[in-house]
């Protein structure tokens, strides 16, 4: 193997951790996110593990689907909770932050 090789099966390597770990900070702020959208729609206990859970899926499913922002931002929109985009959004930035912390912490 060159050294050339061995550079780029560093990076590739690199690549690929990193990404694991950007997909598991996304979905971690995401639970975090859902939980905090629950209480602000007033659920709790076992609905608001649900709703998380929810939200975390949304991030999953089919390209036409909504995100988690669309997601919270509809069910927000159909309960009356006043929260703009931005809030949400700032509050998501918030919560990435967070996770990415906690997952380099070993949490």
């Given at each position: 193997m060159t050294t050339f090789d061995k550079?780029?099966?560093a990076f590739e390597q690199q690549f690929a951790h990193d990404e694991e770990l950007r997909f598991k900070a996304t979905a971690?702020?995401?639970?975090?996110?859902?939980?905090?959208?629950?209480?602000?729609?007033?659920?709790?206990?076992?609905?608001?593990?649900?709703?998380a859970l929810s939200v975390?899926?949304?991030?999953?499913?089919?390209?036409?689907?909504?995100?988690?922002?669309?997601?919270?931002?509809?069910?927000?929109?159909?309960?009356?909770?006043?929260q703009s985009d931005?809030?949400?959004?700032?509050?998501?930035?918030?919560l990435m932050a967070k996770a990415i912390v906690d997952i380099k912490a070993g949490r």
């Open positions: 550079r780029e099966e971690r702020r995401n639970k975090m996110l859902g939980l905090w959208a629950a209480e602000k729609l007033g659920l709790s206990g076992a609905e608001a593990d649900s709703y975390v899926m949304s991030a999953f499913e089919d390209a036409d689907a909504p995100d988690v922002m669309h997601k919270i931002r509809k069910d927000f929109d159909a309960k009356g909770i006043a931005h809030q949400i959004a700032r509050h998501m930035t918030e």
